[in-house]
């Protein structure tokens, strides 16, 4: 038997019972005009929290949209008609929603979105702890923690903890209106109510990836991955790393009665199983990075490694190199100007390293000079293998 | 009478461009250490550099800001301690964080001020409110945010806020992108992005108006350059803290041309309490000179529209290229000439313009090149110096640009 908890959304009092039978204990629900995708009006999603509650499922509601002071202000308006009795917890993403909830509903449980934003260090997940105090009932991670980190935030964390295991992976939101424009419509018509969502799919001839799926709605355009989340096949994992709660996502037109199947796994677990129902599943899935996660690795070699100065010997660099002649200088550190006698290292931007004996410091006005200083150009008798972005560094 | 006006923040992605920034006017920069920052590529400093081009910027009463928007990972935190310590003893006056966990760490353990990024998309009073009970002093808030918006955060907020006036847009909510993340294995959010947002997509459907097949190829996802020289008196009357110009990536010539035109507008406002100059066309035109995409006030004023999405291949309109920087002014009695570090190849009889730190451009005739040996030559070469004739009012540092040909 596997402790994890299967949660899921619900858009119709009618699916009430595949949530029963699935053994289902908690469901999401999102209104219109709190919710990205979500469709309902307020009073059929109290209507809905009722008959799950009367059945024992938890009905949580879903405030996920990102809100500008304006947006803030007409959403708040639709939310304090809300009987929020009617639901056990809220789950927020935007932190203005969490201070709102916390300052005037401070007797409601909030389940924290933490899927994107800077929570990828525990320290980031557990100030919404400090900040929500005991109202804070779960902290929902990113699909980018892979397992082990996963592992070591349950242990860690005070708050239950929750991932996406099946459905779309969300790229990108924004709350312009990118794909209506094309159509020539009237925004109002489709994006009024979020019942009619525009939804189609974008491939490129610059990304290996075919058909992401774009929706765009009265909250703005999103786009998800080709490949959708599907982490059934390692539920026994899942339920190995003490992960309390995992979220099938069955919305955008998938049939809610997979999710009998998918429960199942919880009792009588096999990768078979779990496979079978992966070929079943009508989208094109993935592992995201639950195995292993190296997505900072690839970036750190786009890194510009130029030879930068790195200590107080700084001098200059090399902006001019005339072959057999000279070699400018442009004096940059304030600490070291460069005298005749002195001797400096030169290192070039290909990594080489040089270094010779001052016995001439001329202006570009052809004057010797005993000394210079910070700001100044000078010359120097040529060496060869020095190229222009040359750092100089006074040898001591 | 003197008027106030919002900070002038301009993007120093090195130590060079750090003092152009300044010396064409900006009131403040932001920069990136060699780690922790979003601008992977970008020329990050060195610990040396950051202490000098902050002593730079402080002999000019300028502001230097520490970028430190990466979002962390638990291991990042092993070497934090040691950077911000050395952040605090050059007298940075800020650092600019995303990530909750490193704004209790600064704020734990440093008295370096901490500005919440735009990364972290804080849109609403309410969200302000949050963020200052960690202990940031100042937002700088998400593009979507209208300037009446900001002001009102600030005001209920009680917070210093600070709003992007120009440069390239993320089309996401900042911090909500992770296309790259999935689709090529570079996290976004830790300098990684590989904007796939530029890209030209094909896009399949159903056309909800006729009900038919629909296929278009647009570029859907790209945001045009924001541009808000003309909003100005709202951020003014907004009492908006610090304007910031998006850009460490940028060109010399870009970081130059404009702190100067911002800042120009900002002082003529600060010395007449209005916009009503003269100047304010050739300002416009100025910003049309750096390298940039088409321009849109965004939503700066009310959400942006379907007119700010950037429908066309990702190329970059570029009027103007800078041809090299004044390294030397040598004005005495036996010479007189301009030392100029070449930067893009330019000819003999060919016009070319000085950038001076204030005022307009001088134009002038290159009648005579010389290289560092007093030879005559007809064609310069990037990496090189030559001696050009003097031109009045130049000074060390100032930028040379020329008329690219479209
Ligand atoms: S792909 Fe575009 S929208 Fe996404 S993070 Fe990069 S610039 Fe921003």
Redesign the pocket.
């Known amino acids: 038997m596997i402790n994890t908890n299967l949660i899921t959304y619900i858009e119709r009092i009618e699916d009430i019972d595949i949530l029963v039978e699935s053994g289902v204990k908690e469901a999401i629900i999102g209104t219109s005009t709190l919710s990205r995708f979500g469709n309902l009006s307020n009073s059929q999603a109290q209507d809905i929290a009722k008959a799950c509650k009367s059945v024992g499922i938890r009905p949580v509601l879903e405030w996920d949209i990102l809100m500008t002071e304006n947006v803030f202000n007409m959403t708040i308006k639709t939310f304090e008609h809300l009987d929020l009795n009617a639901f056990v917890a809220i789950r927020l993403q935007d932190p203005g929603a969490v201070n709102y909830i916390i300052e005037n509903y401070p007797e409601h449980k909030i389940q924290m979105i933490l899927e994107s934003g800077g929570h990828h260090n525990l320290e980031a997940v557990k100030i919404w702890q400090t900040l929500a105090g005991g109202n804070l009932e779960r902290a929902i991670l990113s699909l980018e923690l892979s397992k082990n980190i996963l592992e070591e935030y349950i242990r860690e964390l005070d708050v239950e903890v929750e991932l996406l295991g099946l459905g779309r992976i969300l790229l990108?939101y924004t709350p312009r209106s990118l794909v209506a424009p094309m159509f020539g419509t009237d925004d109002k018509d489709h994006k009024q109510v979020n019942k009619a969502p525009i939804e189609v799919s974008a491939s490129s001839e610059e990304s290996p990836h075919k058909g992401f799926p774009v929706i765009e709605n009265m909250h703005g355009t999103f786009m998800f991955n080709t490949k959708d989340i599907f982490l059934l096949e390692y539920l026994d994992e899942i339920g190995d790393v003490g992960l309390q709660h995992l979220r099938i996502d069955l919305r955008f037109g998938h049939d809610l009665s997979l999710l009998k199947k998918i429960a199942s796994l919880k009792t009588n677990f096999s990768k078979e199983k779990a496979t079978s129902i992966k070929d079943e599943y009508p989208v094109v899935t993935n592992r995201g990075f639950f195995h292993v996660n190296k997505s900072d690795v690839l970036f750190k070699k786009l890194k510009n490694y130029r030879i930068q100065r790195s200590d107080m010997q700084f001098i200059g660099d090399v902006v001019e190199v005339n072959k057999k002649k000279h070699i400018g200088i442009v004096l940059r550190s304030r600490q070291n100007g460069l005298k005749v006698g002195d001797s400096i290292r030169l290192h070039t931007p290909d990594g080489k390293e040089k270094t010779t004996k001052i016995n001439s410091l001329k202006t570009s006005a052809h004057e010797e000079v005993s000394h210079a200083e910070h700001g100044q150009v000078i010359f120097i008798p040529h060496i060869s293998g020095i190229s222009v972005k040359t750092s100089v560094y006074l040898d001591m | 009478m003197s008027h106030w006006v919002p900070e002038l923040l301009a993007p120093a992605g090195s130590l060079e461009k750090l003092k152009v920034a300044i010396l064409y006017g900006a009131n403040a920069v932001y920069l990136g250490g060699q780690k922790f920052g979003l601008r992977s590529a970008a020329e990050n400093f060195t610990l040396e550099e950051l202490e000098e081009g902050v002593q730079f910027a402080h002999e000019r009463n300028a502001q230097v800001y520490v970028v430190l928007n990466s979002f962390f990972h638990d291991k990042d935190f092993d070497t934090l301690g040691e950077f911000i310590a050395k952040l605090e003893e050059f007298k940075v006056d800020a650092v600019i964080v995303s990530d909750p966990g490193v704004i209790k760490y600064i704020t734990e353990n440093s008295n370096v001020e901490v500005h919440l990024s735009t990364q972290a998309s804080c849109l609403n009073v309410q969200s302000a409110k949050l963020w200052k009970k960690l202990g940031v002093t100042r937002v700088v808030l998400g593009r979507e945010v209208s300037v009446a918006e900001a002001a009102k955060i600030k005001k209920e907020a009680g917070l210093e806020v600070e709003m992007f006036i120009h440069g390239s847009m993320?089309?996401?909510y900042s911090g909500n992108?992770v296309?790259?993340n999935f689709t090529q294995g570079r996290d976004?959010n830790r300098g990684g992005?590989a904007?796939?947002?530029r890209f030209e997509y094909k896009l399949e459907g159903v056309d909800p108006n006729s009900g038919t097949e629909f296929s278009k190829n647009s570029f859907f996802m790209s945001s045009k350059d924001l541009e808000g020289i003309r909003v100005l008196p709202e951020f003014i009357n907004g009492e908006i803290d610090s304007l910031k110009v998006e850009g460490r990536m940028k060109s010399h010539l870009y970081a130059g041309t404009i702190s100067k035109v911002y800042s120009e507008a900002l002082s003529y406002y600060k010395e007449h309490g209005d916009f009503l100059s003269d100047e304010l066309k050739t300002w416009e035109n100025e910003l049309t000179k750096v390298s940039h995409r088409a321009y849109t006030n965004a939503s700066l004023v009310e959400p942006a529209k379907a007119d700010s999405i950037y429908d066309e291949r990702e190329h970059e309109e570029i009027e103007y290229a800078a041809v090299g920087a004044i390294l030397e002014v040598v004005n005495t009695d036996k010479n007189k000439y301009l030392l100029v570090e070449v930067r893009s190849a330019f000819n003999l009889q060919e016009d070319l313009e000085l950038i001076p730190f204030r005022g307009r451009a001088v134009e002038f005739k290159m009648d005579s090149i010389k290289n560092v040996m007093d030879e005559d030559i007809e064609r310069t070469r990037p990496g090189s110096l030559v001696k050009i004739p003097y031109v009045e009012g130049a000074k060390q540092w100032n930028l040379l640009r020329r008329r690219v040909e479209q």
């Open positions: 990108f | 993320c089309m996401a992108c296309i790259s976004s992005c904007h796939s947002c």
